[in-house]
């Protein structure tokens, strides 16, 4: 599973914005990546 897999499974219950924040500054994820993930997440509360 990859690390962007992986912050649409665990964010926002099991990582915060700051997990995904320190994620980026590691070269783990792109800051579009993340924009991705919350956007996913507001599309599903919404």
């Known amino acids: 599973m990859s690390v962007f897999e992986m912050a649409e499974r665990y964010y926002p ?26 956007g996913n997440k507001q599309a599903e509360r919404g």
């Open 13 to 38: 219950r099991l990582w915060s914005d700051a997990r995904l924040e320190a994620l980026v500054k590691a070269g783990r994820l792109t800051t579009q990546e993340v924009e991705a993930v919350r």
